[in-house]
């Protein structure tokens, strides 16, 4: 099983539409969650951090389950620069340092 | 508001050379970190350092690699002799210090391309 696994995309949806992303880890002792977005060629940039069961700001929303090991992110009413991929990240259990990255899920909003 | 700078933004270099990769982490962070993306790959972590030493690196990180941080600013990256397998992009993140923070920002990267 990979150490974080998420949707393989692409996403294709209209703009305004609700799209979510779904991404499960394998070290149950992970306590630290991100979700990244990165544009072509870019560096990936900070989206939110989910600590304890969830997150929300404004049109985004990150809900952890523990039990389950799975994160999500909501995005309401999607706009044109939503467009990204989207990386969902966890601290090492392991350790304080590393990153363990997912392969991301590219969204494409449509007008 | 802060920002990890890299330089140069592209550098092409030939097999077997060596090149130094730098970063200027944002100034109150005390956490550093070298990551890398082959084209079109997931993000990889190489190494973390923090007070001066190594506190942990992958297995892509191996003697070819070595990481410096020659100053109070800049923390470089060297790779001693290049191999075409090398080409990526290569991200300095840094983080600050306290427990319960560990958000890492990025700075812009710096392709390299070894021919």
């Known amino acids: 099983r990979k150490e974080v696994e998420q949707d393989p995309g692409p996403f294709n949806v209209p703009e305004g539409a609700t799209v979510a992303f779904n991404c499960t880890y394998s070290?149950?002792?992970?306590?630290?969650f991100f979700w990244y977005r990165q544009d072509c060629r870019k560096e990936p940039k900070l989206l939110m951090s989910?600590?304890?069961?969830?997150n929300e700001d404004g049109r985004f929303t990150a809900q952890l389950n523990r039990a389950s090991q799975y994160i999500s992110l909501l995005i309401r009413d999607s706009k044109l620069s939503d467009s990204a991929t989207y990386l969902c990240?966890?601290?090492?259990?392991?350790?304080?340092?590393?990153?363990?990255w997912g392969a991301g899920t590219k969204l494409i909003i449509k007008p | 508001e802060p920002e990890v700078t890299q330089t140069p933004s592209h550098q092409v270099t030939q097999m077997g050379q060596e090149v130094i990769l730098r970063c200027v982490p944002i100034?109150?962070?005390?956490?550093f970190y070298w990551y890398r993306q082959i084209l079109g790959q997931k993000v990889e972590f190489l190494v973390s350092?923090?007070?001066?030493?190594?506190?942990?690196k992958s297995e892509i990180f191996d003697d070819q690699f070595s990481v410096e941080r020659p100053d109070g600013s800049n923390f470089t990256l060297k790779i001693r002799s290049t191999k075409l397998e090398d080409s990526a992009m290569y991200f300095c993140?840094?983080?600050?210090?306290?427990?319960?923070?560990?958000?890492?920002?990025f700075g812009p990267g710096t392709r390299l391309t070894v021919t």
């Open positions: 990240v966890v601290l090492s259990g392991n350790s304080n340092y590393q990153l363990i």
């Open positions: 993140a840094s983080r600050k210090p306290g427990q319960g923070t560990y958000e890492q920002y």
């Open positions: 350092f923090y007070n001066n030493e190594i506190s942990e």
């Open positions: 100034s109150n962070h005390l956490y």
């Open positions: 989910v600590y304890s069961s969830g």
């Open positions: 070290n149950s002792a992970s306590q630290s």
